[in-house]
């Protein structure tokens, strides 16, 4: 806006002036109403701008980061194989017997199925006495194909030698295979070989010591897939 005259000297002077800078007359010049709304307007609509501008949303808001939903797929997860249930079967070995006019040494293996289903399993016996030389070391049965699919010189013989290749070794050289009906039990006599003369490859042909008789007795169950589900320990005193 252009310059307006002094109400009281009649210089030209700013509208917004509030002191005459030519007389001195304080407020020279009068607003008119219409010039008092134009500056209300103003002020009413830069308040609004503001106010826009600043709220949630507005430029001059702080934004969020957007987060978008990932479009990446996980692999739907298989389903875990069921594993076979295994036979809840308990082994115990009792009334150990020594004939030493037949060179045998005998002993009760009993089996009892404890679940609901019929269990078929194999049983190893394995016998030794570690405290001569040579040592006296047995099993039954088919001590010849035990030892032989061990490939041991010295007739040391554990578990895992007996479930190894279990899919390909010989019927016979898996243990007694028998099947147990739920509750029953089933037993049979043991016979594992008591010799003079030491039939092991490292050792073959000399004497045995008589007083070297089996001492610790070992057997083991397992299951139709060559998997060990039960085992027990005995220690044997001297007949």
């Given at each position: 806006m252009g310059l307006k005259k002094c109400r009281a000297c009649g210089w030209g002077v700013s509208w917004r002036a509030k002191v005459c800078p030519h007389c001195g007359q304080p407020?020279?010049?009068?607003?008119?109403?219409?010039?008092?709304?134009?500056?209300v307007a103003v002020a009413v609509f830069g308040g609004v701008l503001v106010i826009g501008l600043a709220a949630p949303g507005g430029k001059l808001s702080p934004r969020k980061p957007e987060v978008r939903p990932s479009t990446t797929r996980r692999p739907p997860r298989r389903p875990a194989k069921a594993q076979p249930a295994q036979p809840a079967v308990k082994v115990t070995l009792d009334k150990f017997t020594l004939d030493r006019g037949a060179g045998l040494y005998w002993c009760d293996v009993a089996l009892e199925n404890r679940g609901r289903k019929a269990a078929t399993v194999h049983v190893v016996v394995y016998a030794k006495n570690d405290g001569f030389v040579p040592p006296r070391r047995g099993a039954w049965p088919m001590p010849g194909l035990l030892f032989g699919q061990a490939k041991t010189r010295r007739a040391d013989l554990s578990h895992h030698d007996v479930s190894r290749d279990w899919a390909s070794r010989p019927a016979e050289s898996k243990g007694w295979r028998v099947e147990v009906k739920p509750g029953q039990v089933e037993t049979t006599r043991a016979a594992l070989a008591f010799n003079q003369l030491c039939q092991h490859e490292a050792w073959r042909g000399r004497?045995?010591?008589?007083?070297?008789?089996?001492?610790?007795?070992?057997?083991?169950?397992?299951?139709?897939?060559?998997?060990?589900?039960?085992?027990?320990?005995?220690?044997?005193?001297?007949?």
């Open positions: 407020h020279p010049v009068r607003v008119t109403g219409w010039a008092l709304w134009c500056w004497l045995m010591d008589g007083r070297a008789v089996y001492r610790e007795w070992q057997v083991w169950v397992f299951s139709a897939a060559g998997k060990l589900v039960e085992q027990r320990t005995y220690k044997v005193a001297p007949p």
